[in-house]
């Protein structure tokens, strides 16, 4: 009897030093796999802030080479028109060194009915020019008559972070008109 509780003592003590030999070996495997996994995932973050960080510059150089696209994807009447969704792929703005190209719905009037028109000009100047660098990317503004007597704002607002942008037409006579879109590049 003494011999088989020794022996089941001894079988015990041998399972428990196993079993923490065992703990210990994965202990050490789990420390190694969390150290790798940590140093894959500082990796990528560090891949993805150099791409976000190159893509802030795309968008600044895009801006400050007056060469960039505007693609809307959404347009409003201000101050609280109905939202409405863009799908043609014909509309757009470019902004170029030597002319604006606009090819955009606009909204006319102050009060229903509105009447839809479609700007669709190639400007070859636009007056009062401006470009200025914001906390969050760009605002550029310009003024044209689209060969008409009223004269058109153009304002921008393009988020370098995001390469979004809201464009807002207002001129003295209609409501204004806000687009929310992205800038490429032409």
């Known amino acids: 009897m003494k011999r088989t509780i020794s022996v089941v003592a001894s079988l015990a003590l041998l399972i428990f030093l196993g079993s923490w030999l065992r703990g210990e070996a994965i202990d050490d495997t789990s420390a190694k796999n ?48 109905i ?57 550029i503004s310009f003024k044209s008559s689209l060969f008409s007597a009223t004269d058109y704002t153009f304002s921008f607002d393009i988020n370098s972070h995001y390469g979004g942008a809201m464009l807002t037409i207002s001129t003295p006579f209609y409501n204004s008109v806000q687009y929310n879109g992205n800038i490429m590049a032409i």
């Not at 600044?60 to 201000?78: C, G, I, K, N, Y």
């Not at 700007?119 to 100047?125: A, E, Q």
Request: hydrophobic share 35%; aromatic share 12%; proline share 8%.
């Open 83 to 139: 939202m409405r969704t863009l799908q043609n792929p014909c509309y757009e703005v470019m902004v170029g060194n030597n002319d604006v190209d606009i090819c955009i719905p606009f909204l006319k009037g102050y009060t229903p009915p509105y009447y839809p028109v479609i700007f669709n000009y190639v400007l070859p100047s636009v007056d009062n020019y401006v470009a200025e660098q914001t906390d969050s990317g760009w605002h």
């Open 34 to 81: 969390n150290a790798q996994r940590s140093a894959q995932q500082e990796a990528r973050q560090q891949k993805r802030a150099e791409r976000l960080a190159a893509y802030e510059k795309f968008i600044d150089s895009l801006v400050m080479a007056h060469s960039f696209r505007f693609v809307p994807q959404t347009m409003q009447q201000l101050p609280a028109g």
